[in-house]
């Protein structure tokens, strides 16, 4: 079956950081998304990517879309402690869908 | 206004008994979704409807049963509780299942705890 590996599974940084996180699957996907999930609250969309090879930012948020289609990768510039949270990778193509197991962010100020 | 809202917030039952969480959106999306995430805060799709129809359901028990009234609401049924069905649920929609029309907006979650 596919497997999904997200890591790391925890990171712990000061403030003004940089942050680095990843996915790596065994398939190949047409879309990677990436969701941050505050606590208590449902996930919210960060970045989408639908291209191999695409890099996109978003603020002080950049993400990558694997060569391959097997793999993305999720960087925090300068982190601030409002990017607290569980981030998720989302691969799908057409009608299947997964989530990562989740990248849980600290910033200590 | 709420884009895709859940009806309980918080839902503490017992074992055995029978309870239904409603999921309704105002985006004008044609997919919906419903997720579970456990005590480690894995995601885990269950259930997806286009259009009011069934596209994908996952290895679920069949003590759950959506049930899609409307393009615009998803409900999730459980019956005959157990334990192991304390969990966040999620409700989601999008416009599509591909593309930027697969991109997900989730709900607030419903915490369901059996005892």
């Known amino acids: 079956g596919q497997q999904l590996n997200q890591s790391p599974q925890s990171m712990f940084i000061q403030e003004g950081e940089d942050v680095s996180m990843n996915c790596t699957s065994s398939s190949i996907f047409n879309t990677w998304l990436w969701y941050k999930q505050d606590p208590g609250e449902g996930p919210v969309l960060l970045i989408a990517?639908?291209?191999?090879?695409e890099l996109t930012s978003n603020g002080r948020l950049t993400a990558q879309f694997g060569i391959t289609r097997k793999d993305s990768f999720l960087n925090i510039s300068a982190s601030i402690p409002s990017d607290v949270g569980i981030y998720f990778c989302a691969p799908n193509t057409g009608n299947q869908f997964y989530f990562g197991t989740g990248t849980s962010l600290t910033v200590i100020p | 206004d709420t884009a895709v809202s859940q009806t309980p917030k918080y839902l503490v039952t017992q074992m055995g008994n029978d309870k239904s969480i409603k999921c309704e959106q105002n985006?004008?999306?044609?997919?919906m979704y419903w997720y579970k995430q456990d005590s480690k805060k894995f995601l885990k799709i269950m259930f997806s409807y286009n259009n009011k129809e069934l596209i994908i359901n996952e290895t679920v028990p069949n003590r759950f049963s959506p049930k899609s009234p409307d393009k615009a609401h998803l409900n999730l049924h459980i019956n005959s509780l157990e334990l192991g069905d304390s969990a966040v649920y999620f409700c989601a929609s999008s416009q599509g299942t591909s593309g930027i029309r697969g991109e997900q907006y989730f709900g607030p979650g419903t915490r369901l705890t059996v005892t």
């Open positions: 985006l004008g999306h044609d997919t």
């Open positions: 990517l639908y291209k191999a090879g």
